[in-house]
């Protein structure tokens, strides 16, 4: 596929099917990941690659205990996921948002990567919501960032509508 094919196809997959995701493929998408720009390449993430069901059922549980909706729905997309990858700040001199910037980047390379191996994903912000539980499951002392959701999919959903671009710029040209 060409990037523009993959960056159109790419969805937030919320159903897996129970089919194991290939360990070359889960290879590549952390591969991919880490090959992301990252500011004074810091590379400020550590993931935890997930595949044990009773780790997933485990975090599935935490959230389920929060009484949204949303997250009780995260929950049951970690417990069919074939593979969560918990995705931490990894400690350095960066600032804040410098290492937010950096794991989104990492982040969205996964998600293209898992895309153009026709494996679907879910870029997980929920997790956050049980922080200090999830690093007490991973002896962790990183904070959390966030997680992603890896498996296969019937299909994957339908674009979601978009603004029109020229709702979300502004071009300043030059004077003429």
Known sequence: MQINEVIEKRRSVRHFLPKKVEEEKIAHILKAGILAPSAKNKQPWFIHVVENQAMKN??????????????????????????????????????????????????????????????????????????????????????????LALGYTEKFPSPRPRKALKEMIQIHEEEK
């Open 58 to 147: 485990n975090i599935a549980t935490l959230l389920e205990q929060k009484e949204d909706e949303s997250i009780q729905n995260t929950a049951r997309i970690i417990r069919e996921a074939d593979v969560l990858f918990v995705v931490f700040e990894e400690k350095n001199d960066l600032n804040v948002r410098m290492k937010h910037q950096s794991i989104g980047a990492l982040m969205e390379n996964m998600c293209l990567e898992a895309t153009e191996l026709n494996i679907g994903s879910l870029w997980i912000g929920h997790i956050l919501e049980c922080e200090k539980e999830i690093k007490q499951l991973f002896h962790e002392k990183r904070k959390v960032a966030c997680a």
